[in-house]
């Protein structure tokens, strides 16, 4: 079975502009999590995906948004950046909401200059 | 609020010695105890899980943690370390409710020949 996939795989933006993130999921899972990984917070959560619906959020302005498609695949935006957007962003899928067996995918490297 | 503290930013060992690397967790329920295993510009690969079953988890690469529910504990070791196992190691405990998992600040390993 393939594992999730993410893309791009690094990606470098500037100031003020806007990002979309992919991810795909293991196949039969429905739930999608992102988490921003950066030196200074850590693994910090964003959001998690269900069937389309957005089930829980982190504490992370609005300039973060995401969604899920009918066959779970979820993207995450990131609008206005900010050099504090610089991270790696980490997508994790699993069979559903509230499922612990979590399986996490390599991530999207962000440079914001 | 669950919460996971990681004692020891920095462990260095040498090759073949023992790995024991710390972790404390708060949770007002019974936790859902992860350890993670991230090399350089990956993302995070599951070693094991503690989901109340034994006490003792094994886990990969010769890896195990032990669930102490006094000390409330979940210690990651291994009794031999090799090179490969250089990385940085996440505990995590998953929040069914929220649904999201609160990592630890990380304890980056090195493994001295």
């Known amino acids: 079975k393939a594992g999730v996939t993410q893309t791009p795989r690094y990606l470098i933006k500037t100031r003020g502009q806007q990002v979309t993130l992919s991810c795909s999921p293991i196949?039969?899972?429905?739930?999608v999590s992102w988490y921003q990984q950066t030196p200074g917070q850590g693994l910090q959560f964003l959001f998690e995906?269900?069937?389309?619906?957005?089930?829980n959020k982190g504490n992370f302005p609005g300039r973060f948004s995401g969604r899920q498609f009918s066959n779970s695949r979820s993207e995450m935006n990131v609008s206005t950046l900010e050099l504090g957007d610089s991270a790696l962003y980490l997508c994790?899928?699993?069979?559903?909401?509230?499922?612990?067996?979590?399986?996490f995918g390599p991530g999207t490297r962000l440079t914001v200059t | 609020a669950q919460s996971v503290t990681q004692l020891g930013s920095h462990v260095s060992v040498s090759e073949g010695a023992l790995v024991l690397l710390r972790c404390n967790y708060s949770s007002s329920v019974p936790p859902y105890l992860f350890w993670y295993v991230q090399y350089p510009n990956q993302g995070l690969q599951l070693l094991l899980k503690?989901?109340?079953?034994?006490?003792l988890v094994k886990g990969i690469n010769g890896f195990e943690a032990e669930f102490k529910k006094s000390e409330t504990s979940f210690h990651l070791t291994k009794p031999s370390a090799h090179m490969s196992d250089a990385a940085e190691y996440f505990c995590?405990?998953?929040?069914?409710?929220?649904?999201?998992?609160?990592f630890g600040d990380g304890t980056t390993l090195t493994v001295k020949p």
């Open positions: 196949s039969g899972h429905r739930s």
């Open positions: 503690y989901t109340s079953a034994a006490t």
């Open positions: 994790a899928s699993s069979i559903a909401s509230g499922s612990y067996e979590q399986y």
């Open positions: 995590a405990v998953y929040d069914a409710n929220a649904g999201k998992s609160t």
């Open positions: 995906y269900f069937s389309e619906t957005q089930r």
